[in-house]
Each structure stands twice: as structure tokens, then as C-alpha cells.
């Protein structure tokens, strides 16, 4: 199979380590056990060298190509991604708990059609593993110009504060770059759950009471990693040094033709969203 722009699958995964191609080979069967074990235990599985290393270089020259055009994020937000105050709430109540994020956003729009991102993305046998290992009947590609695949950048001094994923089961990343320092991918997993917000840990996590809770996970690069994102508390600590950190985002949805909210786009990718449209 053919990339959107000539790139083969192949070229981009490491077959011989993730057997994913062939939904009828054992060894695939064996790796998404493994993984949906993982990530049901711990809330998160991580492929290391998932992406082969001149599709990981590729892609990077890509995002360091399109990083003038990039949206920069800097917001002070709380754990909901939420920015202003609740007055009939504590002032530690975790709504009211707001920390500062920064960092910067490539559409998918912005780099080229045999990007080796895209291709990973739109690849059926991507989408189909990722809804084997989260358990989902089918997956979708998203249907937005702009949010079905993009990367994401910190440079130094960009962090991501604590969060939940509002409205997403499951999210999907790849490690294009990892910085010199700083830029660990933190985790507290099912910190919250649907019946309990759980806002008294969420107060002490928040508020550095819990140190022994948070789980750092390994990134290298190439490493595709899948965690829930809606109900474990997760963050990325402050980029140190002049390499950026690259992180590739492929969005997945259980239904068709999902596209994005106009204004949500526009804060996300930047003011040429609105213009655009």
C-alpha cells in the first residue's frame, strides 16, 4: 500500500518489531493482548521505536520547516482546561487551581500530503490496531482540515500544565524529537473517574502533596504511546535547552466525518482558522 504522496507504510513503521499489517498474524494477536493488558493496568502502553528512524528525521525536518507558521498556546488554565475562577468555590478547590501552559501547534494542514506522519496516520492498519488495543468497535479518520494529525512543540522554558483530555477516551502520540532536557511526560493515572471527580486528591496532586502518585513515562523517540487521558491527570514538565521537543498527534473518532468547533479551532491553530473560514 501507497502512502497519500508515495510513502510506503512500511517505510514509516518497523514491521519486523509491531507485526501490525496482517490482522490474521498470531503475532499481532500476542501484541495487542499485551498492550490492552497494559493499558487497562496502567492507563497508558508505550511502543518504543515504533516509527523508523528516517521517517522520525523526515518528519522532524518537516515540523522544523513549518515552525514559523506554528500556533503558539500560552494560557493559564486549570485541570479542566478551563481559564477563569469559580467564586463560589475554595480557592484550592482544583477549578480554581490555575497553572500556566505554553506551547506550540502545527496543524495538519500546514505540512505536506506524503508527510510521514500522514501516512502513519491514514494508514488502516494504524487505525485498526489502535482500536483493537482501546478496545473500540471501529475508528475513524477525522474529517477537520486542520486537527486529524498534527505536531506539537515545546521549545525551551514550554510545558504543558496538569490536565485531563476533556471529551477523549483515548489519545494517541508518537515521540518525534525529544529535547535535551525536561520535557517528561508525567501521569497520574485514574485520578479522577466518571462517578467521583475526586477533587480533594486532585487538590493534593495539584499542589505538589503527592509526589509518590505521579508516573513518569518513558519517550524516546520513535515511541508511539496510547493512554487515557480523560480520567489520569497528565502533564509535561518544563523543556530545557535549544532542541525542541516534537510530538505527533493523531486524532481517531468512533464515528464519521467528525470535524472540529470553529472558535475551539481557532484557539488551538490561531487566528488564519477564522480568517480561513
Same mark, same amino acid.
Request: charged fraction near 25%.
Given at each position: 500500500?501507497?502512502?497519500?504522496?508515495?510513502?510506503?507504510?512500511?517505510?514509516?513503521?518497523?514491521?519486523?518489531?509491531?507485526?501490525?499489517?496482517?490482522?490474521?498474524?498470531?503475532?499481532?494477536?500476542? /501484541?495487542?493482548?499485551?498492550?490492552?493488558?497494559?493499558?487497562?493496568?496502567?492507563?497508558?502502553?508505550?511502543?518504543?521505536? #515504533?516509527? +523508523?528512524?528516517?521517517?522520525?528525521?523526515?518528519?522532524?525536518?518537516?515540523?522544523?520547516?513549518?515552525?514559523?507558521?506554528?500556533?503558539?498556546? +500560552?494560557?493559564?488554565?486549570?485541570?479542566? /482546561?478551563?481559564?477563569?475562577?469559580?467564586?463560589?468555590?475554595?480557592?484550592?478547590?482544583?477549578?480554581?487551581?490555575?497553572?500556566? &501552559?505554553?506551547?506550540?501547534?502545527?496543524?495538519?494542514?500546514? #505540512?505536506?500530503?506524503?508527510?510521514?506522519?500522514? *501516512?502513519?496516520?491514514?494508514?488502516?492498519? &494504524?487505525?485498526?490496531?489502535?482500536?483493537?488495543?482501546?478496545?473500540?468497535?471501529?475508528?475513524?479518520?477525522?474529517?477537520?482540515?486542520?486537527?486529524?494529525?498534527?505536531?506539537?512543540?515545546?521549545?525551551?522554558?514550554?510545558?504543558?500544565?496538569?490536565? #485531563?483530555?476533556?471529551?477523549?477516551?483515548? &489519545?494517541? *502520540?508518537?515521540?518525534?524529537?525529544?529535547?535535551?532536557?525536561?520535557?517528561?511526560?508525567?501521569?497520574?493515572?485514574?485520578?479522577?473517574?466518571?462517578?467521583?471527580?475526586?477533587?480533594?486528591? /486532585?487538590?493534593?496532586?495539584?499542589?505538589?502533596?503527592?509526589?509518590?502518585?505521579?508516573?513518569?513515562?518513558?519517550?524516546?523517540?520513535?515511541?508511539?504511546?496510547?493512554?487515557?487521558?480523560?480520567?489520569?491527570?497528565?502533564?509535561?514538565?518544563?523543556? +530545557?535547552?535549544? *532542541?525542541?521537543?516534537?510530538?505527533?498527534?493523531?486524532?481517531?473518532?468512533?464515528?464519521?466525518?467528525?470535524?472540529?468547533?470553529?472558535?475551539?479551532?481557532? *484557539?488551538?491553530?490561531?487566528?488564519?482558522?477564522?480568517?480561513?473560514?
Amino acid at each position: 500500500m501507497i502512502g497519500p504522496g508515495g510513502l510506503r507504510p512500511e517505510d514509516v513503521v518497523d514491521l519486523a518489531a509491531y507485526p501490525i499489517a496482517d490482522p490474521d498474524d498470531p503475532a499481532r494477536a500476542a /501484541l495487542v493482548e499485551r498492550l490492552r493488558a497494559e493499558l487497562e493496568r496502567d492507563q497508558v502502553c508505550v511502543l518504543p521505536g #515504533f516509527m +523508523r528512524r528516517g521517517a522520525r528525521e523526515r518528519a522532524v525536518a518537516e515540523a522544523t520547516a513549518a515552525r514559523p507558521l506554528a500556533h503558539h498556546i +500560552r494560557d493559564r488554565r486549570n485541570c479542566y /482546561l478551563q481559564r477563569s475562577l469559580d467564586p463560589a468555590l475554595p480557592e484550592d478547590h482544583p477549578r480554581n487551581l490555575l497553572f500556566d &501552559t505554553s506551547s506550540r501547534m502545527i496543524a495538519y494542514d500546514l #505540512f505536506p500530503s506524503d508527510s510521514p506522519l500522514k *501516512t502513519l496516520y491514514h494508514w488502516a492498519a &494504524t487505525r485498526q490496531v489502535v482500536a483493537d488495543i482501546v478496545g473500540a468497535e471501529a475508528l475513524y479518520d477525522n474529517a477537520d482540515p486542520y486537527q486529524p494529525a498534527n505536531m506539537l512543540c515545546f521549545q525551551d522554558g514550554d510545558s504543558s500544565s496538569w490536565h #485531563f483530555d476533556s471529551g477523549n477516551a483515548f &489519545t494517541v *502520540t508518537v515521540m518525534l524529537q525529544a529535547p535535551e532536557a525536561g520535557g517528561a511526560f508525567e501521569l497520574v493515572p485514574n485520578a479522577r473517574s466518571e462517578s467521583d471527580p475526586n477533587h480533594d486528591y /486532585l487538590r493534593a496532586v495539584l499542589l505538589g502533596e503527592r509526589p509518590q502518585d505521579i508516573v513518569e513515562v518513558a519517550r524516546e523517540a520513535g515511541s508511539l504511546c496510547i493512554f487515557r487521558g480523560c480520567n489520569s491527570l497528565h502533564r509535561v514538565s518544563p523543556v +530545557r535547552g535549544d *532542541t525542541l521537543r516534537i510530538m505527533g498527534v493523531l486524532v481517531y473518532e468512533t464515528e464519521p466525518g467528525v470535524v472540529g468547533d470553529p472558535e475551539v479551532n481557532e *484557539t488551538v491553530y490561531g487566528p488564519r482558522v477564522a480568517l480561513a473560514g
